[in-house]
């Protein structure tokens, strides 16, 4: 079945640094998506992504998808103490099939 | 926006007991909702998709007759762990998607049970 990799698993920075995030789905999505889960707390909706080589920017935040929608990142620029959580990607194959996440890449920031 | 709202948010139960977590979408009908299962520090597991009126899905190496679900209601998706063990500590998360609003999911606020 479908599957989503996601790395890194963990990434520590100091604040101010950049940080970004890689997803690679075994097959073609028709979309991507991304979340964002803070500790104790439920994921997120941050951005849907369905078009070929799309790019969406949200303030720091710059989230591609690849040419052939098997990949995606999301890039934060100038990382804050706010940004600390885990970030998942979550590809959907097509019509009304379910999410399927990645493993999610924890950010912690250092002041 | 759409609001997914998941009770209890926690739960400690005995060993052997069942436990009932309800999903309910309070702004819009949610024909398919989802249940997720996610352990410590660990990626959201789907454990099956709770269709209105109509059997769950269930994904492999879930088992139907321990994680009950039922979808009686356009706006309610129940799960209930039979039997509970401490092996099901876990948090379980519910979504559904705002109809018209593409796929992106709107999640409950999750539901920690802890089995002593």
């Known amino acids: 079945g479908q599957q989503v990799m996601q790395i890194p698993q963990y990434q520590h920075v100091q604040e101010g640094e950049d940080f970004t995030t890689y997803c690679n789905s075994s097959?073609?999505?028709?979309?991507i998506q991304w979340y964002k889960q803070r500790p104790g707390g439920h994921p997120v909706f941050l951005i849907q992504?369905?078009?070929?080589?799309e790019v969406k920017k949200q303030k720091r935040l710059t989230f591609q998808f690849g040419e052939a929608k098997k990949n995606s990142s999301l890039h934060i620029t100038a990382t804050q103490t706010t940004d600390v959580g885990t970030y998942f990607c979550?590809?959907?194959?097509?019509?009304?099939?379910?999410?399927?996440f990645g493993k999610g890449t924890r950010l912690s920031v250092i002041a | 926006g759409a609001v997914v709202s998941q009770h209890p948010s926690w739960v400690i139960c005995k060993s052997g007991t069942s436990v009932k977590i309800e999903c309910r979408s309070l702004?819009?009908?949610?024909?398919?909702m989802f249940w997720y299962r996610q352990f410590p520090k660990q990626s959201l597991m789907l454990m099956a998709t709770?269709?209105?009126?109509?059997?769950?899905?269930?994904e492999q190496g879930v088992e139907k007759d321990k994680f009950l679900i039922n979808h009686a209601s356009l706006t309610l998706s129940t799960l209930t762990v039979t039997s509970a063990h401490p092996e099901d500590s876990s948090f379980y998360i519910c979504?559904?998607?705002?109809?018209?609003?593409?796929?992106?999911?709107?999640f409950g606020q999750g539901t920690r049970l802890t089995v002593v």
């Open positions: 097959t073609t999505l028709s979309n």
């Open positions: 702004d819009f009908q949610a024909t398919t």
């Open positions: 992504l369905v078009k070929s080589g």
């Open positions: 979504s559904a998607n705002f109809p018209g609003a593409g796929t992106e999911a709107f």
């Open positions: 709770s269709n209105e009126g109509s059997k769950a899905t269930y």
């Open positions: 979550a590809g959907q194959g097509g019509g009304n099939t379910p999410l399927v």
